[in-house]
């Protein structure tokens, strides 16, 4: 068994409560890839135990700070938390769709798992991750209240090369023939999960969907950067007259219109295949309004090099937002780059709200769904920010 001994500022980091060790704060450490290993002080008293990495910058995910070795029973209880989490949340109907297993934040380093409806998707990111994967898999199966009908590894994100690790795509037990479909508070829609972004789904704006959704009926919606269009979708549900989903991929514009079809909903949502920040300057320069403009980047920081680019893509695209909102019209905001912090994301809306000349309330600043935990001690798990806006 390997062991890894940590450096003076690697114990006081540690005692800080961040569950992430990086690898200048290791003095010692010898472990193979993704090993649990005991974790000790430079006095050689225990701190705990964590998931080594031989690859990456972050050497240690830790998963707990007892001295006694995590067994069977210590990671059944993590996914019978997990679980048990979501169904006080009312977020375990069979045909409904959730995050599962949220990683670091449900005590699993680097592992994710997603369920559309009785098909889950996990993503591993780590060699710890990886090397767990069949044993986690096989005490969630025993947590959960139904019996899943497929699953599915989708480990491909560009993590994994800061591990040393190869991307995986492969069905792990079961069979699927076509799309994933889901219900979502009245709405039908289907998953791509082995092409579509993420797991196939952006589960962490769920909550902010239904949300926007009310702020539609009998209005027109702009819905930029749609995806799957499911802010517009819901809000078309909810009784907005009419829906313009601005998507740049060929796949995503094609599901937001079979969904609309599915859905009844085919008159209400019109689909542009366009850059969405070049459509909404035309639009705003050509005086289009729209009583509700939602607007949901991908993340335009996924570094601290990139902050100050991505300050002045917010900075334009919340500009032309309101330029398109009339007056006492919303806009929706979010950003998921988790390098911007909430505190300059509302900065960067002010400052969009300064050059177009409009009076900009804030009425309220959501986060992430509650299927994806922040655990306050790791503020990486604290991404989203989601503005709802009131345009004068």
Known sequence: MGKVILTGKGRRWYL????????DDVATGDATPGELVPVEDPNGAPLGWGLFSSQS?????????????????????RMQRAVAHREQLGLMDPAGACRLVAGDADGVP??????????????SGTQGADRMRDFLLGLLKEAMPFEPETIIDRSDTSVRKLEGLEKIVEVVDGTIDGPVLVQDHGLLYEVDVFQGHKTGHYLDQ????????KLASGGRVLDAFAYDGLFGLHAALAGAEQVTCLEQNRGACERIMANAERNGLQDRIKVERVDC??????????????????????????SKKE?????????????????????GGAVVSASCSYNV?????????????????????????????SDHPHLVTLPETDYLKCAFLRVH
């Open 57 to 77: 910058r972050i050497r240690v995910r830790m998963v707990t700070r007892e001295a006694e070795q995590p067994n069977r029973a210590f990671w059944a209880e």
């Open 341 to 369: 912090s909430p505190r300059d994301f509302v900065e960067y809306i002010g400052k969009a709200a300064s050059i177009s000349g409009r009076h900009v309330w804030m009425e309220e600043l959501t986060r992430a769904s």
């Open 206 to 213: 769920s909550a902010n969907r239904l949300k926007a959704a």
């Open 110 to 123: 680097g592992w994710i798992v997603d369920r559309y409806a009785k098909t889950l998707v996990i993503q």
């Open 307 to 327: 902050v100050a680019g991505a300050e002045r893509g917010y900075v334009e695209l919340n500009r032309r937002a309101f330029d398109l909102a009339p007056d």
């Open 16 to 23: 800080r409560g961040h569950p992430w060790i990086y690898k």
């Open 277 to 302: 920040m070049k459509d909404m300057r035309a639009r705003a320069e050509r005086g289009d309004r729209h009583d509700v403009v939602i607007v949901d980047p991908p993340a335009f920081a996924r």
